[in-house]
């Protein structure tokens, strides 16, 4: 690879280059709920406390193309209604990115994987090449792995878990929402994935001015970390070729494969061109072995010292004579330490 491009456009340009490093800080944020969901919450057999229900309705796929409610609900669908639609999954994303400039380029590759099984523990993976995040929930416990530290155990009360698994699926909309709004899904074709009836329809680009007539935006507020906006604010899409493949069933979206190009405008002369490939796949649809518990080690926390309620006013409640004075050395008299002349 060669020098990379200093403009303030490629500190940023990762889907998720930053998310490693400011999710694990977001460990111990009180919580970070995907706000897609219900309010309703329920306690699967053998799962885990608190668990969110969805509205898993049937969605009328035949429409996928035309509507945009439909279209919204297929493309905004988070995680959980997802899970719950499929019962256990297994999901893997790779995008990567090369930005242009002239004889100079920067290239990111990103990996995201999920899987959840039946009883709701899941396995989250976060890879930019650079940072690495690993995450399980198992029941009530939570393990956690920073690039190639020791996975460490912590109590699932002290870490937000709600919006691990909408990491990682989000890669799918965020790679969608860099060519709207000209974004078209067309030419729906039956096939069929890995055992399921699908709906296979193909990417294309309208003429510029058009207007997106599917899908709203989606709601960046429920993802853990919101996307970079800078340069995808001054970028238009070029050219995208791709295909989505939409479960006929459930109408969750099973694959989807995207080979675009944009520019961005950060100069008059010259500007970044930007080459992006995705795909991403769901998997092992309701036959997810269960999530065990990984070898890991305890947590540690530094005990502190032992604190003095009253510090504040501890000199002034001595002189009063209310509490004791503490015990301090009686102090040598000056010259002490010399030796007595013989």
Known sequence: MQTPITSPLHTSHGRLALTCVALAGALAAPSFACRNRTATLSTPEGGYHGRSTYDTSPIAVARFAEDPAVAGRVLNMPWGEAA???????????????????????????????????????????????????????????????????????????????????????SVRQSLDLFQPRLRFGD???????????????????????????????????????PRARWRELSRPLDVTGSAWVDSTSGVLLKLKVDGRLEIADRNIRPTQLSFRYEGAVSKVGAVAAVLAPTSVQEYVRTPPPGDPIDFFRAELEQAGLVPAPHRAKEDPPGSDEQDSP
């Open 84 to 170: 719950d639609r499929l019962g256990s999954l297994s999901f893997e994303g790779h995008s990567q990115f090369v930005f242009g400039r002239g004889n100079e380029d920067l290239e990111q590759a990103d990996v995201v994987k999920a899987v959840q099984d039946s009883r709701g523990n899941f396995v989250v993976t976060v890879d930019t090449g650079t940072h690495r995040v690993e995450m399980y929930l198992v029941g009530e416990e939570v393990f956690v792995r920073e690039d190639k530290g020791h996975l460490r155990k912590k109590p699932r009360r002290e870490v937000a878990t709600d919006a691990w698994c909408d990491l990682a699926w989000s």
């Open 188 to 226: 729906p074709r039956p096939e069929n994935l890995a055992g399921r009836a699908v709906v296979r329809y193909s990417l294309t680009l309208a003429e510029p001015g058009a207007l997106s007539v599917v899908a709203a935006p989606v709601d960046h507020g429920s993802l853990p970390v919101a």
